[in-house]
């Protein structure tokens, strides 16, 4: 977990809390969002039982750009792109669909995409937006810790806001006080309310 | 006539050769898995024959190793069909057992989850009781096991091992009265096992399954059943033609007390029950023919020696 700066995991059971710092690592690391978080509070208490999450999250910058995953070749009045990545090519090709129109696209394999007759500049197409993966980044975040928390804590209560987050979880109704005991783990790792 | 469960794994090449020798020398064939070029049969075997089979095997570059839980019927009760404990670690356990030969089914609890809300209703407990072992597979904390395991076990009459992710002697601590198994250091995770340490886990599992299901033998052996399951199997299969129709994996599911016939129970019970063994006892004599809690399906429950008076 060499990407987080900061990340405990505090339980009552020793044992029962270095598995949870082995889930919650496999599960970050799936869903790629080691890159996201910067510190992380875990605190699992099964007597009461209460799960808590706490952290800070890392600005993103990250726009996806056609220059990013393909190589764009202008070659007598045809654009040939090479795709190298093939994630972000269904929303590429329906942003081409939408700008250029359908019959000035074809895809003849799945790493190659032709543009016919297309009067943009190749410098435009390199630069257009094709995703923003911060759009989805607390689903995913909200998802990952829903992964993580014991399955049977199913009532919640999930605060995201964007450079932190707090992710409460048990199976019984939450306690009034359960704000509080964020609070004191938000401290743990530096964050006042 | 002592017989064995083996496991014999060969290439497709003259395979019936051996099919055929296992036949003439009274073993059963409980499967037969035909994998591309590969043939894995799983079967019993009278012991004093394995070296016979053996020699036969080698110039077709066959082999027969031990496999303890041929002809046994294995749930791995998970705590339900979430992410949290699917594929791993229910799948990657029950797909272990049945490389050395158990048939496993995955029993997975609509409210296994939890501390407090965990609870087992009378169809998965029935379904439980159904197989030769139940193996539970629960979480990561004492705390938790040991509050809900009085809940999940109660009616639960076959042998249980138990994996949770306290070590074993924590288990054995916390749960009153025993269970037959336990393996510690199993619990939930979520990552693949394919490290050799993560291997040498299952293989614990695997270990002991293997000492209950013995423990279970011995146990039978002292009042032995009136016929052998794997008899039964054949017999099954020669005399209801209805059973070679089914497209299920293993129409016909060996247990240590008796099998699963995959067939509709109020079509084919009459059928089963009128089927001849040997010198007019009819398998309703030996073995008590029930619906079983799992789909439509019929559980022949083989009586033991000391209740029909017959061994056949």
Request: charged share 30%; hydrophobic share 40%; with cysteine.
């Amino acid at each position: 977990m060499a990407a987080l700066e900061y990340f405990e995991v505090e339980c009552p059971e020793p044992l029962g809390g270095e598995y949870y710092r082995q889930i919650t690592n496999d599960v970050l690391l799936d869903h790629n969002l080691l890159k996201v978080i910067e510190k992380l509070h875990i605190y699992i208490d099964p007597r009461v039982p209460v799960f808590v999450a706490v952290g800070t999250l890392r600005k993103i910058t990250t726009i996806v750009r056609v220059r990013d995953f393909a190589n764009v070749n202008p070659l007598e009045g045809k654009i040939t792109l090479v795709i190298s990545d093939e994630t972000y090519l269904a929303p590429m090709l329906k942003i081409f669909w939408e700008t250029f129109g359908k019959d000035h696209v074809e895809q003849p394999d799945r790493f190659t995409v032709m543009l016919y007759d297309v009067k943009m500049d190749p410098k435009q197409i390199e630069d257009m937006v094709v995703a923003d993966p911060s759009e989805s980044l607390f689903r995913d975040l909200i998802y990952a810790f829903r992964c993580v928390a014991p399955e049977g804590f199913r009532l919640r209560s999930e605060k995201f806001a964007k450079d932190k987050f707090s992710f409460v979880a048990s199976e019984n109704t939450l306690a009034e006080d359960i704000d509080a005991l964020v609070v004191t783990k938000f401290a743990l790792i530096g964050v006042k309310p | 006539m002592t017989l064995v469960p083996v496991t014999y794994k060969g290439g497709i090449y003259q395979h019936d050769i051996i099919m055929d020798l296992i036949e003439d020398l009274g073993g059963y064939i409980v499967q037969k898995h035909i994998i591309a070029a590969e043939v894995v049969l799983q079967c019993f075997v009278p012991k004093d024959d394995i070296e016979l089979i053996r020699t036969i095997a080698k110039p077709i570059f066959g082999e027969v190793t031990d496999s303890p839980l041929v002809g046994t019927e294995i749930a791995i009760v998970s705590m339900s069909l979430e992410i949290h404990h699917l594929p791993h670690p229910s799948c990657d356990i029950a797909e272990y057992v049945r490389r050395i030969g158990a048939k496993s089914n995955m029993v997975s609890l609509a409210r296994g989850p939890g501390k407090r809300i965990a609870g087992l209703n009378d169809e998965e407990r029935d379904v439980i009781n159904e197989h030769d072992v139940a193996v539970y597979l629960l979480g990561n904390f004492e705390t938790c096991i040991e509050y809900k395991m009085p809940t999940l076990r109660r009616g639960i009459e076959v042998p249980i091992v138990l994996c949770g992710g306290p070590d074993e002697e924590a288990l054995r601590r916390i749960i009153n009265p025993p269970v037959e198994g336990y393996v510690g250091n199993v619990g939930r995770f979520m990552r693949r096992t394919k490290e050799a340490d993560q291997l040498d886990k299952l293989d614990e599992v695997v270990a002991e399954i293997t000492r209950v299901v013995e423990k279970k033998r011995n146990d039978i052996a002292k009042d032995p059943l009136s016929v052998s399951p794997a008899r039964l199997m054949d017999l099954i299969r020669e005399k209801v033609p209805a059973i070679l129709d089914v497209t299920s994996p293993t129409p016909l599911t060996v247990q240590m007390r008796g099998l699963r016939v995959k067939l509709p129970y109020d079509t084919f019970a009459a059928p089963l029950r009128a089927i001849e063994i040997e010198d007019g006892i009819k398998l309703g004599d030996v073995a008590e023919v029930a619906p079983s809690r799992m789909r439509d399906y019929i559980l022949v429950k083989i009586l033991p020696f000391s209740e029909t008076n017959t061994v056949i």
